[in-house]
Nanobody, 127 residues
Framework: QVQLVESGGGLVQPGGSLRLSCAASGGTFSNYPMGWFRQAPGKEREFLAAISNGGESTYYADSVKGRFTISRDNAKNTVFLQMDTVKPEDTAVYYC????????????????????WGQGTQVTVSS
């Protein structure tokens, strides 16, 4: 069983930056492709970004492409989401997720592709 714990959320002003982290335990992190999702109040959970198990491939939703960057440090069992030029509509609970089987990152844009989820971290973009 893999445990995922997100951190780094908080209040940020529009145009600012924030870096989310997701620490994994209980498995072999370097085997797992990873993803980030978010859920705003009253909305469905939305895919943001995915990264291959080795970190060489990434995939982004159009809504965040060019503003958000996913990366990972397999030595530290951690995946990151760098959020730049944030907007009020980025306000949501942000979740990381892990997939047990390898696949191409372009297929990792749906919740059903993942096996384990973190509890989420709140990000609020407001002045």
């Amino acid at each position: 069983q893999v445990q995922l714990v997100e951190s780094g959320g908080g209040l940020v002003q529009p145009g600012g930056s924030l870096r989310l982290s997701c620490a994994a335990s209980g498995g072999t992190f370097s085997n797992y492709p990873m993803g980030w999702f978010r859920q705003a109040p009253g909305k469905e959970r939305e895919f943001l970004a995915a990264i291959s198990n080795g970190g060489e491939s990434t995939y982004y939703a159009d809504s965040v492409k060019g503003r958000f960057t996913i990366s990972r440090d397999n030595a530290k069992n951690t995946v990151f989401l760098q959020m730049d030029t944030v907007k009020p509509e980025d306000t949501a609970v942000y979740y990381c997720a892990a997939r047990s089987a390898l696949t191409i990152v372009q297929r990792m844009n749906a919740e059903k592709e993942y096996d384990w989820w973190g509890q989420g971290t709140q990000v609020t973009v407001s002045s």
